[in-house]
């Protein structure tokens, strides 16, 4: 059914569209690393804290405190339905049914809670934290930033007329359209929805993926939202993200276990998973250092996700990376999902996909020699490219607004891991602009780890 989404905005019936519909509408990594802490770190508590990254939009002014309250306190009171339990348990993910276990099954229909949060206003901006165990607290942060995302959009659809409602939802799906034009037919591509965290709303947000998935076709591999890969019968797409080593490093007693906590976190979680969901995220701390002293079984793993560096630099230093330890590029799988869009995702996929560079067919090459470099260059480089497309996927309404204000343009919000145990979380990752945490625990950090491979670049998305 296509949803008529302006006239659905113009009526603001909240109660009619509720912010969070199912505790399945969450990244679908959020999922499986629930089960990986609910059965390792069940007694650990955890602090998760938003952040605005985009400074310049006061949040607190735009958005109501009350209604994101209410929205909060609203999902609080959902409950997991049978149902979604039973497709959880009976679904084939990744090939594999059964990865999620009976007794995580049961825990979350008998069991499982969301905490109590601070909410308050500070400075313009909106100060929001969720303490408790960390399986009543890892949840948050894709509801928190959905609920806050879309109470955005709301507050600024209030101020349009039905006709002006009408030219930007007309204006949005023609951009959508143009993009998706350009990826329709293009050979071997393969593209997941990641944009749950900024979308502009739920009901867009199911609107893009329903497009993408009619005019993509096979091309269009799933979307990491859970509730829209159950209810539209598509692939769950996701594994695991920088939370897991955080909370690993922050539990470390010394500077050893701090520098080897990133791959004493992937031994657990390929015992967990039992082979399977083997994507790295190695940014964490840094990619540079992460693949120098990564121990020899981290590169039987089935790939790695790129976040915060340069995708061609990184998908470059882990195709060396993998030579070099004697493994087949051409069997690994490299993932893009950062600050993505249509341009960035075409030009990895030929750059990383075993096609000629700008664009060349054999018919442009008149001598031999260069034509066989450029089959070399294709041999080196080949490896199965990926894109999560997120923020500018699911809500890309920039200068779609009849007013002409930026009040639709996305920000940089976040929340992340703060603290666990009374100890406080730190994420370096391969943008200086990316860093979390204390400053002098995040130099603690930088000595420990090095700084090689970081870059200064702007944190988009």
């Known amino acids: 059914m296509i949803v008529n989404v302006a006239r659905r905005a113009h009526d603001h019936n909240w109660e009619l569209d509720p912010i969070t ?47 994101v309250r209410e929205q909060l306190e609203e999902t609080r009171t959902l409950r997991f339905r049978k149902s979604e339990l039973i497709w959880l348990a009976g679904n084939t993910f990744y090939g594999r049914r059964g990865i ?55 507050a600024s659809l209030k101020r349009l007329s039905e006709f002006e409602l009408d030219i930007l939802y007309a204006r949005a799906k023609t951009r959508l359209w143009e993009k998706m034009e350009r ?3 293009v050979p071997k591509l393969n593209v997941s929805d990641f944009g749950t965290r900024r979308r502009h709303s739920f009901l867009w947000h199911e609107y893009v993926v329903k497009a993408m998935s009619d005019v993509l076709g096979a091309s269009f591999a799933g979307s990491s939202n859970t509730y829209l890969a159950y209810k539209h019968d598509l692939e769950a797409i996701g594994t695991n993200a920088h939370e897991l080593p955080m909370a690993m490093a922050a539990l470390a007693e010394n500077d050893e276990q701090l520098r080897t906590a990133q791959y004493r976190v992937l031994e657990l979680w390929q015992q967990t998973y039992q082979g399977e969901l083997l994507i790295l995220l190695p940014d964490t701390f840094g ?37 070099g330890r004697g493994r087949d590029s051409r069997q690994k799988r490299l993932i893009a999902s950062d600050a993505l869009d249509v341009g960035q995702i075409l030009g990895l996929h030929a750059y990383f996909g075993g096609r000629f560079r700008n664009g060349a067919t054999p018919a442009d090459f008149t001598r031999a ?75 603690r950090y930088r000595r420990v780890f090095g700084t090689a491979g970081v870059s200064d670049a702007p944190a988009l998305t």
């Open 21 to 67: 519909r199912s505790l399945l509408d969450t990244d679908f990594y959020k999922l499986l690393m629930l089960q990986f802490i609910w059965k390792h770190f069940p007694t650990v508590h955890a602090t998760f804290t938003l952040l605005n990254r985009t400074t310049t939009v006061r949040l607190g002014e735009l958005v109501d405190e009350a209604q």
């Open 100 to 154: 999620f276990e009976p007794a995580f099954l049961e825990w979350l229909e008998r069991d499982f809670r969301l905490s109590d949060c601070d909410l308050s206003v500070r400075d313009g901006q909106l100060s929001l934290s969720f303490h408790g165990l960390w399986t009543e607290t890892t949840m948050w942060e894709i509801y928190a930033l959905s609920a806050i995302d879309e109470l955005k959009t709301r």
């Open 183 to 185: 990826l329709r037919g």
């Open 287 to 323: 990619t540079t250092q992460f693949l120098e002293e990564a121990p020899g079984w981290v590169a039987d793993w089935t790939g790695q996700r790129i976040d915060s560096k340069d995708p061609y630099v990184a998908g470059d230093e882990y195709i060396a990376w993998l030579e």
């Open 369 to 443: 020699s260069d034509f066989a470099d450029e089959r070399r260059w294709i041999a080196e480089r080949r490896i199965r490219f990926s894109a999560g497309w997120g923020t500018f996927l699911t809500n890309d309404f920039r200068n779609c607004n009849p007013l002409g204000d930026d009040g639709f343009d996305p920000v940089n919000l976040v929340c992340k891991l703060t603290d666990v145990e009374g100890r406080p979380a730190v994420k370096l990752s391969d943008n200086y602009a990316k860093a979390l945490g204390p400053a002098d625990e995040v130099e």
